[in-house]
């Protein structure tokens, strides 16, 4: 049995934050931090007091994370980035509301004092002799300690208090990760029990010493249970400030999914129905699980239902059958072809999600190239007269500002520029349109032809497909490529008004041209010659996409989404190879080009060099972030392998910036997610000058100073499949609506007359579906039974006690 944790964070806005440049505005942007470790940042918006990100996140996390953490700073191209104010939710107070927290919080001041992070390691003895009781308190070693000097170090010693007294341990120069190993007696003064408190600190040569964080033990805990093991840091207890909105507020949604996942046999049962459900004739379902679920989910659960349904049904080969089910039985309800599939209905988030989990690299192959040279050329471009900044050739060039109509021209000639490449790129993409995705949209154009027979629907079947493969793919895609990890950062204002005016005519060549001209945005008029020209070219191509042999997929149950040899991420980084001795220079990093695929992390001077270094993702053992003091250089990870020896070995690769270093993380623990012998500490530091820079140790052997992080990964498109995890979603998911099926299973059987006479269902359907329900009941039932036998088990594991510190 195991189990999962994972947030869902979305940064949505800001308001009134104060201004901290010159110009009266700021450049906000927001860090997403969880306890210790730096999750996300979102995209820097310029010159804003009310900056809107709209950025989400899902964050898989171990189950022991105590708190998430929104830091606002003002972005400062000269110097320091300004802190604006910050946001701390404790795990108790996302747990709160199962719906989750979604509202705006306040910032409040960052207090030193309260910026703590890390763990100590204690062993207390309460001991009694001729003299009285003395306690004696063994201060081993702490561990990622928050930086307090300019060095990214700091000069840690550690304070002890028992009653009226206090003693001190040494100071230890320079590190986060300090190793005293010193024992502390304190004799017991007269009067009541007093606890035990242990304060850490950043000694300073000049000025107040800094707080590092603290512990603190009761008299009874020291009496029953003497602590003994590592314990997380805390700050001074006090309330946190409310700034009564001087600092502005932030509107964040944050929902914390934390679930028990059970043997794949428990599972076994459920799996069944759910295959079976899509086997039958979904028009007249009303009892199976797929039909109870489509009734009962809403709103943002939804999304996150059909992509588990479709990664387990994917799994089994029989994602083609689930997308069928559900299109019958959408088609069947719809009555008007021009509603077709344009709510948010599981149906439809089920193909969205399909095509996101199937169909991702073939979308960066149409896309990339033009989303690319939109980025970097950074054309200005505008259609709408009223948001035409006129004045601005003036300031390019010496030619004076151009006319309102010249300015149309020339934006005219940019946007086919780039729209005639992506339509190329589409139209001519039928080879390379994942099978899975062309089955599915074949029996898509299948079943709506089959229900809108009459020749003023003809188009309908067109519109089906390109609904979406166009409004749903291709346009968001377009419109926010960092969400699709088309690029690593979000757009500039300038390009993201680019990237709008593509996507819309994307949306109207979607659209077949059939609402040209009767929206509010009559100043793209210019633009439909060339729309309507590209419109016909889809025709064809969407009639050549379904056009390809099979009805469904092989039935054969896929391990991944993506086969081993798949590329899951690739760009350019800085990369350090470990060397045996001598000082370890910046100079060392030399640009590589790298590629990561299930199979191996390959490294070459250039996408086209031939020469290839691999190493196998089997090999790893770690994949760690290393502290910017170890090279003096920021975004910098380790890729820790072991050989056949059992000799461990070090790659140091360097990112761009932080949200690189957080993809490329994520992505290299997923890869290496099924190996065995993980790591669970190592150095995040680097051996130099004889030591190690985070902990000083002079054996390079020395075991590592700082846990390793191989669960905190982040959701996207390429997370393994995982079965079990997403047959619990159903199964919690189905207990919603438990309630309704025994309603069901409950009415009187002279009903069933009453029924028939009523709908025209005959006794053989109505008693499958009594049946099915009955079926579907029990099985829930035994989950609930092995959910309970776990539970009691964990609890007398606990009951126990932990094997040890």
């Not at 964070?9 to 440049?21: M, S």
């Not at 996408?607 to 975004?635: K, N």
């Not at 993380?665 to 680097?686: D, F, I, T, V, Y």
Request: charged share 25%.
């Amino acid at each position: 049995m195991a189990k999962s944790s994972s947030l869902n964070v979305r940064v949505v806005e800001g308001r009134a934050l104060p201004a901290k440049d010159v110009s009266g505005s700021s450049d906000p942007y927001c860090l997403v931090k969880v306890d210790d470790e730096v999750v996300a940042r979102t995209a820097t918006v310029w010159r804003s007091l009310g900056p809107f990100w709209g950025e989400e996140y899902t964050v898989h996390l171990p189950l022991d994370f105590h708190q998430l953490a929104f830091y606002v700073l003002d972005e400062d191209t000269v110097g320091h980035d300004d802190i604006i104010g910050k946001i701390s939710l404790s795990r108790e107070a996302i747990t709160a509301d199962p719906r989750g927290i979604d509202s705006w919080i306040n910032l409040s001041r960052v207090d030193p004092d309260a910026e703590v992070q890390g763990e100590i390691c204690l062993s207390v003895q309460m001991l009694e002799d001729g003299q009285g009781r003395c306690l004696r308190c063994h201060v081993l070693q702490a561990r990622d300690l928050a930086p307090r000097d300019i060095s990214g170090t700091s000069d840690p010693f550690a304070r002890v208090f028992w009653g009226s007294q206090s003693l001190e341990t040494s100071t230890i120069k320079k590190t986060r990760f300090p190793h005293w190993d010193e024992v502390l007696e304190l004799r017991e003064m007269p009067g009541a029990p007093s606890p035990l408190r242990v304060e850490l600190w950043d000694w300073d040569m000049v000025g107040k010493n800094d707080f590092l964080g603290m512990v603190e033990f009761s008299p009874k805990t020291l009496q029953q249970k003497p602590p003994n093991g590592w314990f997380r840091l805390l700050p001074f207890p006090r309330a946190e400030e409310d700034s009564g909105g001087t600092l502005g507020a932030l509107r964040v949604k944050v929902r914390l999914i934390e679930d028990r996942v059970l043997p794949s046999q428990c599972y076994q049962p459920l799996m069944e129905l759910l295959m079976e459900s899509v086997q039958g004739p979904a028009e007249e379902d009303t009892a199976s699980p797929l039909a109870l679920l489509e009734e009962l989910t809403l709103g943002d659960c939804r999304q996150d239902l059909a992509t588990k349904l479709v990664k387990l049904f994917l799994g089994r080969g029989l994602a083609g059958r689930f997308l069928d089910y559900l299109t019958r039985r959408e088609v069947a309800r719809t009555m008007d072809p021009n509603t077709l599939f344009r709510s948010n209905s599981l149906a439809s988030k089920s193909m969205e999600q399909f095509m996101k989990l199937v169909g991702m690299p073939y979308l960066h192959e149409v896309l990339k190239p033009v989303i690319s040279r939109v980025f970097e050329e950074k054309k200005y471009m505008e259609l709408d007269p009223c948001k035409m900044d006129l004045g601005r050739t003036r300031r390019i060039s010496f030619k004076g500002a151009l006319s309102e109509e010249q300015m149309r021209e020339t934006s005219l000639g940019l946007l086919t520029g780039y729209l005639g490449p992506i339509v190329d790129a589409i139209v001519g993409s039928v080879g390379r349109c994942p099978p899975a995705m062309r089955l599915a949209f074949k029996q898509l154009h299948r079943r709506v032809e089959e229900r809108f027979l009459q020749a003023e629907h003809q188009d309908v079947k067109y519109l089906a497909i390109s609904g979406f493969l166009f409004l749903r793919f291709f346009a968001p895609a377009i419109l926010t490529p960092k969400l699709f990890d088309l690029r690593d950062q979000h757009a500039d204002p300038q390009t993201s008004r680019s990237l709008l005016l593509l996507a819309k005519a994307v949306q109207s060549i979607g659209n077949l041209g059939q609402q040209l001209g009767q929206g509010k945005e009559l100043w793209m008029a210019p633009l439909h010659p060339f729309l309507l020209q590209c419109v016909s070219r889809v025709r064809d191509f969407l009639d050549r996409l379904v056009d390809v042999d099979g009805d469904e997929e092989a039935g054969v149950p896929a391990r991944a989404l993506f086969p081993p040899s798949a590329i899951v991420r690739e760009g350019y980084l800085l990369k350090r190879k470990e060397e045996p001795a001598g000082l370890a220079t910046r100079f060392a990093f030399k640009k590589r080009y790298v590629w990561l695929s299930g199979e191996t992390l390959s490294f070459s001077k250039s996408p086209e060099w031939q020469m290839r270094h691999s190493i196998p993702v089997s090999h790893i053992r770690a994949v760690e972030r290393v502290d910017e003091g170890a090279f003096q250089l920021p975004h910098v990870m380790q890729v820790v392998t072991q050989d056949g020896t059992g000799a461990l070995h070090t790659t140091y690769l360097q990112c761009k910036n932080v949200n690189e270093l957080n993809q490329w993380l994520s992505a290299l623990r997923k890869a290496s997610a099924p190996n065995p012998n993980k790591l669970a500490a190592c150095h995040p530091g680097a051996f130099r000058s004889a030591r190690w820079t985070c902990c000083l140790q002079a054996e390079r052997s020395a075991a590592g100073c700082s846990r390793t992080h191989s669960a905190v990964t982040l959701g996207d498109w390429s997370d393994p499949l995982d079965p079990d995890a997403e047959a619990q979603t159903v199964y919690r998911q189905l207990l919603l609506g438990r309630d309704q099926l025994r309603l069901k299973l409950l009415e009187d059987s002279n009903m069933d007359t009453t029924l028939e006479a009523d709908t025209g269902a005959c006794p053989e359907v109505l008693a499958r579906q009594r049946a099915a329900t009955a079926r579907l009941l029990e099985v829930l039932a035994d989950l609930d039974r092995a959910h309970e036998e776990f539970q009691q088990q964990e609890q007398g594991k606990a009951a126990l006690g932990p094997l040890g510190p």
